[in-house]
């Protein structure tokens, strides 16, 4: 079974910075576009940035030059480099990442477990 199993969330101060780590575990057989979404408290869940398998990137206009995504295909990995900090990045973070789990079956979208970022003094 293929799991995405997300660490780096915590507590940081305004103006701080956090990394966050998705990576992928189980038996598949290729990994597409990967990325993080966010669902602040009481609201839906938001796209913050995607990657794709050839590296090109796109990000949410509230997080642009503050955040960067980035992948290492060798680990499996998806990270998220949160940089200044605003108390409305207090969110709990997915990541998502579409999978091909057998040859010929396609991708399928796979999500993580969530991981909370809290931004507060």
């Known amino acids: 079974q293929v799991q995405l199993v997300e660490s780096g969330g915590g507590l940081v101060q305004p103006g701080g910075s956090l990394r966050l780590s998705c990576a992928a575990s189980g038996r598949f057989f290729s990994i597409g576009d990967m990325g993080w979404y966010r669902q602040p408290p009481g609201k839906q869940r938001e796209l913050v940035a995607t990657?794709?398998?050839?590296?090109?990137?796109n990000y949410a206009n509230s997080v642009k030059g503050r955040f960067t995504i980035s992948r290492d295909d060798a680990k499996s990995t998806v990270y998220l480099q949160m940089n200044s900090l605003k108390p409305e990045d207090t969110a709990v973070y997915y990541c998502?990442?579409?999978?091909?789990?057998?040859?010929?079956?396609?991708?399928?979208?796979?999500w993580g477990q969530g991981t909370q970022v809290t931004v507060s003094s």
């Open positions: 998502n990442a579409d999978i091909e789990v057998f040859v010929n079956w396609g991708l399928s979208p796979h």
């Open positions: 990657i794709s398998s050839s590296g090109s990137t």
